[in-house]
């Protein structure tokens, strides 16, 4: 288990330093409306800052953003403890380093605490919403989460919808017919 919890913690750190070190370049050497165009408009750098979620949905709320996001890092933090699948351990990091990337911008930038705009800086052409490495890392975990979840991937490391039987069930009909054909003991044999 304790290898799959570094797994998740190694995950979620690099997915963590990746979005910080990135949304610092971004805003120290890119102005806000001005795009840089590396394809075109199909792949740009732009700076924005988001106060809402994903697609700019809900930017009065930013509070109600921050606590969800506290409450899905603890969620996967209590978790952990059940953790015994290195493919839930990568999808559980990819969410929480996605999520805690976001959730710093939201304590630490303007306008203020527990209020902060997200820093979103790569536009896929001009009809697709900007985002950063923290939502790309949510997405991904997202994806993988569904695919362990459709394969029946389960976080103990079990496979498949049923438990595994007991040990003390019979396998074999013909058990059965053995144990009830044995008579029970008389009160002399006793």
């Given at each position: 288990m304790w290898r799959r919890v570094g797994v998740l913690a190694a995950v979620a750190a690099l997915v963590l330093a990746a979005d910080a070190v990135s949304k610092a370049l971004v805003v120290a050497?890119?102005?806000e409306d001005q795009p840089v165009h590396l394809i075109g408009n199909v792949l740009m750098l732009w700076l924005t800052?988001?106060?809402g979620a994903a697609f700019s949905v809900g930017t009065g709320e930013t509070v109600v953003f921050t606590v969800i996001a506290f409450g899905v890092i603890v969620y996967i933090a209590r978790?952990?403890?059940k953790l015994y699948s290195l493919g839930w351990a990568i999808a559980l990091g990819l969410l929480l380093?996605?999520?805690m990337g976001n959730l710093s911008d939201r304590i630490f930038r303007a306008p203020g605490l527990f209020r902060g705009d997200v820093v979103d800086w790569i536009a896929v052409t001009r009809f697709y919403p900007i985002f950063n490495l923290a939502d790309s890392a949510?997405?991904?975990g997202g994806i993988l989460t569904v695919?362990?979840?459709m394969r029946g991937q389960h976080l103990d490391g079990t496979r498949g919808d049923?438990?595994?039987a007991?040990?003390?069930?019979?396998?074999d009909p013909s058990d059965e017919s053995e144990q009830a054909e044995t008579p029970a003991p008389t009160d002399v044999e006793r």
């Open positions: 050497h890119l102005h800052r988001n106060p978790t952990a403890r380093g996605g999520a949510i997405v991904c695919i362990l979840a049923a438990a595994p007991p040990a003390s069930a019979p396998s």
